[in-house]
């Protein structure tokens, strides 16, 4: 069974967890009803006269009107106070009354004709839930709610009067994903700026910025959440300045994440819109410092900027940090790919829900935003993923052209080892061999037939040595001093030429395919030299049946030459050990003429590559720079 890519695993590891989270987040959903379901909501409008408790209630049945006519409750202007009315059946000593959704201003609950609950605040965006004790006289009665601001107010959702302790769980667990999910990102975002600290900087800013994005999310997801509320019994203004401050936070770092992630050279759009967004957000803060220092006497002006122009603001963020990625989605940057999917549910959500809220002056419940954010998160879990493997992969590709660097510095080191050697050496070599055949012949001619056999084997090793003292010389001066362009289907065609008769010998042809008008800049002679050498290699590899296949042609601006046999083949250590010095397969070889062949080659500004196998053969593969206009 073939192994899990460690991409693989975590995305199979991800849909393990969100498949197990289903059924305990069902299972906490539905922990049964408890209280008493309250229905059948009834509401009449003040008019010019304030009313007490005990004059609603004297109003005449036929002038109440179901809440069902105006659900959801709807925005009316001027109309003055509100005031609704249910049946609230016999209840226990200690009860409470749970409200899913209130709408309204200035909220007053009587039980009974007896206030039990009394607030001056406006209730959040989408409604507040309320849990209220219900004090006074016990037994059956109505319940009423008087709304002093009746441009919106209503109730939406579940009513329930029941035991505290049951409630008070009831909507805990409910509301239970919030918490959990966003204490998952706060504790994210620390362990992310734990990690980040042994992070060099270059990386630090980039992964600092995606700290504080995530940070920020799970604040805002915890601060929005109904249950601190629920469990304080009244909406603090802590709450509200701490959703506050996560988002002026939010705003501008995910801003110069998406920067540093996608943008390394300045953007002008996405660098000014940045700047804008830094300095609206220091705004919005000082004038939340001057609204808590007049006791939030300037609620109006900040809620302007804070709620009415922020959102715009928030719709134009979504949309250009949305068109960016997709653009760089469709440069065919994986990582982008992965960002925008997930960055364009979240927008697409965010979007809608801002729409909504704005169409229904606020009366919209921001909800299905918090699933926005986990696509999100986990698309920037997969990008990040996706930058720790390219970076993983980097390292393993430098590595190897570092491997690759000490191979060839191991094998330049070498070769001008052996340069140096063959410089100081070869010509005093040279002189005493040449004067040795000399006197050698000489001795011949006067010598018996015994003698001249003994003598001729002495010539034919002079001879060889004589050989390798040249491959040495041509070794060490592989360029030449004149250069000229010359054409390669001739040239090969002559050293082909020259080579034939050897390769009948061994039982083989050679076969010629040449691109006609073929030029390349160097040296004739010493093109002549490698590729002999190269082609004698060939022909002393062939068995019977043997084939050489010499071709050329032209690819972009370079020429390339095959020269590829049947013969016996190389193993991978052998390929790998080529142009070393005095390295050869052959039992009298000295490795000199391929070293020489390569020195050739690299002199005119080319490459050489071998490619075999054991018993099939062996082709290699010169590319030279293209000479002239063909």
């Known amino acids: ?48 006269a304030s009313l007490t408790v005990n004059e609603a209630a004297a109003i005449p049945a036929e002038r109440w009107r179901p809440v069902a006519d105006e659900h959801p409750p709807e925005h009316r202007a001027n109309t003055g106070p509100v005031w609704l009315r249910v049946h609230l059946p016999n209840t226990a000593a200690q009860s409470v009354l749970t409200l899913e959704k209130v709408y309204g201003t200035g909220l007053q609950v ?18 507040s ?23 919106i107010f209503g109730i939406d959702g579940e009513s329930r009067v029941g035991e505290y302790n049951k409630l008070l769980a009831y909507h805990i667990k409910r509301d239970l994903f919030d918490l959990i999910i966003g204490a998952a990102l706060i504790f994210m975002a620390l362990i992310l700026l734990l990690g980040l600290m042994f992070l060099r900087f270059n990386f630090f800013a980039g992964g600092f910025w995606l700290m504080l994005v995530v940070l920020s999310l799970g604040v805002l997801l915890i601060a929005y959440s109904p249950v601190l509320p ?31 992630m996608f943008y390394p050279e300045p953007h002008r759009l996405l660098r000014v819109f940045r700047n804008f967004q830094i300095v609206y957000s220091a705004v919005c803060l000082g004038l939340l410092i001057v609204n808590a220092v007049q006791s939030y006497r300037l609620d109006g002006i900040y809620r302007l ?63 299905w935003w918090k699933w926005g954010i986990v696509v999100f998160i986990i698309s920037l879990i997969v990008v990040l993923g996706q930058k720790f493997a390219e970076n993983h992969r980097r390292t393993l590709a430098y590595s190897k052209e570092l491997e690759k660097l000490g191979n060839e510095l191991q094998r330049s080191e070498k070769m001008e080892m052996i340069s140096e050697l063959a410089a100081s050496v070869a010509h005093e070599v040279r002189n005493p061999l040449q004067v040795t055949r000399g006197f050698l012949q000489i001795l011949g001619e006067r010598s018996g037939k015994k003698e001249k056999e003994y003598l001729q084997m002495a010539l034919q090793e002079l001879d060889r040595a004589s050989v390798i003292i040249t491959d040495f010389l041509t070794f060490a001066k592989p360029a030449v001093e004149t250069v000229e362009g010359f054409n390669v289907e001739a040239e090969l065609r002559h050293v082909a030429g020259i080579m034939v008769p050897l390769a009948h010998l061994q039982g083989g042809v050679i076969e010629l395919r040449l691109q006609s008008g073929l030029e390349v800049l ?43 046999d049947n013969g016996e083949g190389m193993k991978v250590s052998e390929l790998a050990r080529l142009g070393e010095p005095f390295y050869s397969n052959k039992t009298k070889g000295t490795g000199l003429g391929l070293m020489v062949t390569f020195r050739i080659i690299e002199a005119m500004g080319g490459t050489v590559q071998f490619q075999s196998v054991k018993g099939e053969g062996t082709e290699v593969i010169v590319k030279l720079p293209v000479y002239g206009n063909i």
């Open 230 to 260: 629920l469990v304080m019994h009244r909406e603090d203004r802590w709450i509200e300045v701490v959703f506050d401050l996560a988002l002026y936070t939010l705003l501008p770092s995910f801003t110069l994440y998406f920067e540093r």
């Open 305 to 367: 900027f804070s709620v009415r122009i922020l959102g715009v603001l928030m719709i134009g963020q979504l949309l250009l940090l949305l068109v960016l990625a997709v653009s760089q989605a469709r440069r065919r940057n994986r990582s982008a790919v992965y960002f925008t999917a997930g960055f364009g549910s979240f927008a697409a959500i965010a979007l809608g829900e801002l729409v909504a809220y704005y169409l229904s002056s606020g009366n919209y419940e921001l909800y």
């Open 1 to 48: 069974m073939k192994d899990l890519s460690p991409k693989r695993t975590a995305a199979l590891l991800l849909l393990l967890l969100l498949a197990a989270a289903v059924p305990i987040v069902t299972a906490v959903e539905w922990d049964g009803f408890p209280g008493t379901l309250l229905q059948g909501y009834e509401y009449v409008r003040e008019g010019p």
């Open 522 to 564: 160097g040296s004739s002679s010493k093109f002549k030299q490698a590729f002999i050498n190269l082609i004698k290699n060939s022909i002393e590899s062939l068995h019977e049946n043997g084939v050489i296949r010499i071709t050329a042609w032209k690819s972009g601006q370079h020429v390339i030459i095959s020269v590829k």
């Open 129 to 151: 839930k309320l849990l209220i004790p219900l004090t006074g006289a016990e037994g059956e009665g109505m319940l009423y709610l008087r709304s002093a601001d009746g441009n």
């Open 110 to 127: 009587y039980r009974n004709h007896t206030l039990v609950y009394d607030s001056d605040k406006p209730a959040r965006s989408g409604g």
